[in-house]
């Protein structure tokens, strides 16, 4: 099961939204994972706190290395960090993602992310 909040239009409450229902499917039981595109990490610092800025991964790592043309297969669960709530994962956002995405075409990012998010389907259940 996948839910996608998106709006283009700030502070609509895409963040709050999105920590809410997450935190509901994790309460219930569903493995849930949290993917955070947005540069200003609303939901990454929601889920992870005090430590949204210690963790050595993000989704911006994830686009970076395509710049770099890595060719080798990538391990989609390497920028899954646990947030220290049952069921609940993220993949947290970083505030360079927006420089880093205006320099990747749109259809070869949404094909990486799929390529990704189908790797971690067995993992998680939302």
């Avoid at 709006?7 to 229902?21: A, D, H, P, R, W």
């Avoid at 993602?97 to 749109?106: P, Q, R, V």
Wanted: hydrophobic share 40%.
């Amino acid at each position: 099961m996948r839910h996608v909040v998106f709006n283009q239009k700030g502070g609509v409450g895409k963040s709050s939204i999105t920590g809410n229902l997450a935190a509901i499917s994790a309460q219930r039981g569903l493995r849930t994972l949290v993917l955070d595109l947005d540069p200003q990490c609303n939901s990454t610092t929601y889920l992870l706190g005090d430590h949204a800025a210690e963790v050595p991964t993000t989704i911006a790592d994830f686009f970076r290395q395509f710049l770099y043309f890595r060719l080798t297969p990538v391990d989609a669960m390497q920028y899954v960090h646990d947030t220290g709530f049952d069921n609940l994962s993220v993949i947290p956002a970083a505030p360079d993602l927006a420089e880093i995405e205006s320099k990747l075409e749109n259809r070869f990012k949404i094909y990486k992310l799929r390529e990704a998010m189908q790797q971690l389907e067995s993992e998680f259940d939302a």
